[in-house]
């Protein structure tokens, strides 16, 4: 299992994902494109970790949402990616081999809301690899409505 681009750092470490609110407690969306091929260093295997962000501290996620634009190449039977939030799965879950998947979450074992309280958290993508090996990574949409408790 690996952790790209490592448990410390992440992808948008400039913050640009997270679009600054009008105020506490009014609710936005965070909406970034990751092409996972050109952003890490590997390919895809299962139970990586891919870490995309922080999300400040004091910030309550709503609602998530991820879609894949572009296909993983190589994956010989059931590959997805998992939304998480520190090490909680979201359950936004999409097919990496289908293009234009859409899924939204919360599951029936993680009930959004879901509130980081006074520290930051990673927001990351699992990797469920069930079979072969991504010569391609995908591309992926991630969503989520965020609301600043501060």
Excluded at 30 to 53: P, Q, S
Excluded at 137 to 150: E, H, I
Aim: hydrophobic letters at 45%.
């Amino acid at each position: 299992m690996g952790a790209y681009p490592s448990t410390t750092t992440v992808i948008d470490s400039t913050q640009s994902a997270v679009a600054k609110s009008q105020g506490a407690a009014i609710p936005f969306v965070i909406e970034r494109e990751y092409d996972l091929d050109t952003l890490i260093t590997g390919k895809l295997a299962n139970a990586d970790i891919v870490n995309l962000f922080t999300l400040p501290a004091n910030h309550v996620v709503l609602a998530t949402w991820i879609k894949i634009t572009e296909i993983a190449v190589g994956c010989s039977s059931t590959c997805t990616l998992k939304l998480r939030f520190g090490t909680t799965d979201i359950g936004a879950t999409a097919d990496i081999l289908t293009d234009n998947t859409v899924a939204t979450g919360g599951s029936a074992t993680v009930a959004l809301p879901l509130n980081n309280g006074t520290s930051a958290t990673l927001v990351n993508l699992v990797a469920a690899i069930g079979g072969g090996t991504t010569t391609t990574n995908p591309t992926v949409q991630v969503r989520l409505l965020v609301c600043n408790m501060a």
